[in-house]
Every structure is written in C-alpha cells, then in structure tokens.
C-alpha cells in the first residue's frame, strides 16, 4: 500500500541526525582549537590556482573567520543536512562527499586571488540540490520541501552575485549552487510517482477481489457484502435437541420404604 511504500523511501533512523550532528560538532571543534590555540588553520584554505591552495578543497567547510562566520552557517548545516538524509538517503552521502569536493574545484578555479574558507559552499550545494531534485521528482512531499527550502533560504541567492557582499566568497557559493543544480539532475532517486500508489491505481488491480469495491453494486450503489460462507454454512446446521430420561426408583428402595 502506499503508506507501506512511503516508509520505505522516508524513515527517520540514527544517522538521520547523527550525521549532521557529528559534522557540526567536527565543524565547532576545529573552530574552537583554531581560535584558542592561534594556530591560524585559515591558511588551509582554498587558494585559487595554486598547487597548496588545493588542499582547501577538502579543509575549507571545517574553516571559519569569527563567531559570527560560524553561527551563521551553523544552523542551515545541520538542518539541510538532516533534510537531505531523511528525504534522500540513497544519494546523501555522494551529495556530501562530491558536493564538498566539485564545489571546492571549482571554487579554485574561478575564485578571486584569497583564502575562501567556511560551510556556506556545501550549504549552497544543499540548498540547490533540494530544490531543484525536489521540482524534478513532481511528488507532492519533496516538492513541499523546495518550497520550504526557498521561504527559509531564498534569500541567498542574492549572495552567487558579485559585489553584494566584497567580504563574502560569492564565487564558493555560486560553485555550491552550480554543484547542487548538477546532482539533482544527475543522480537519480525513486521514481516515487511510480512507487508510490494505492492498490487501486495499479494497472493490475482487480476490484473484484478487493473487499472495499465489494460494497459497491454494478450501478455504484452502496450495498452490504456476502456473508462469508462459513457463516452461511453455520446457518444451515440443524440444532441439535437433548432429551433427559430419569431412572425409576430400583426395588431395593422401595422395600426399604415398606
């Protein structure tokens, strides 16, 4: 059945929010050694076009300026994470792992000549993957979450541009979004539209062994069921009488009595 189905594409089991969670306290950690310690890990960046700047690719999402850097990016991560796991599970991992590494490449290709470091390049990758894998899939839940994704998170769009904000990496989020626009349409997911259905909408469906079109005669009337045949069986069986004889007194009782 169709609810049957649905909890087969969309569980909640642990990794649906240990995943994230794990990834936010990595991302707290390295900040919180980072900034007691001055051991200036910012450097690990992603530097665009040099042989050293590549190791951001991988380092980069750990890496953030200030507090305010950080806080900002916490939330989404561990909500469009979590999203991503629930409503996506088949492909989550590879959204994460390759999203981190197309968006940083890119990153280092046609970044400006600095240290491009934070989350917010994986949060882009989320972001457009939900979206548009969602517009894609034509099923009423994910497409639900696009929209939810657009009223919560519409605005940073604006940030993919050049000269809003000269203190941000317009350049790793513009990669982050090209990255998730890729995944939605490469990587394939259930065809839920198909998967999904009640009995009665599969091609195969027989009505007249189901029990609730049972109820219904050839003109649409709403009439009662056959009794199962057990039960008219039942009907059918001849009640069974008893007939109680009692014993006469036996003679030795009848001379005591004399």
Known sequence: MRHNNELNHFKFSPATWIIP?????VVWFVFFVNQSFHL????????????????????????????NHILNNSL???????A??????????????????????????FGRDSYHIGASGLIYVLVSFIFFKGLRTQYYRLMALSMAVVVLYG?????????????????GHLAGMITGFVFAIQFKTPDYLKDIQ????????DPSTDPFMKRFDENGNF???????????????????YVYIYKEEN????????
């Open 21 to 25: 969670s794990f990834l936010l306290v």
């Open 40 to 67: 200036h890990l910012n450097e690990h960046g992603i530097f665009p076009r040099t042989i050293s700047g590549l190791q951001g690719v991988i380092f980069s999402p750990f890496l953030h300026s200030d507090l």
């Open 76 to 82: 989404p991560l561990l909500i469009l994470t979590t």
């Open 84 to 109: 991503l796991i629930y409503f996506y599970r088949e492909v989550s991992l590879k959204v994460l792992v390759y999203g981190v590494l197309l968006s940083g490449i890119l990153t280092w290709i």
């Open 155 to 171: 605005g940073m769009i604006w940030y993919v541009f050049p000269e809003v904000d000269n203190t941000i990496s317009w350049e």
């Open 198 to 205: 009640y009995d009665w909408e599969k091609p195969d469906f």
């Open 223 to 241: 009439v009662n069921p056959p009794k199962p045949e057990e039960e008219e069986e039942l009907q059918h069986v001849q009640p069974i009488n």
């Open 251 to 258: 003679a030795g009782s009848e001379k005591d009595s004399d």
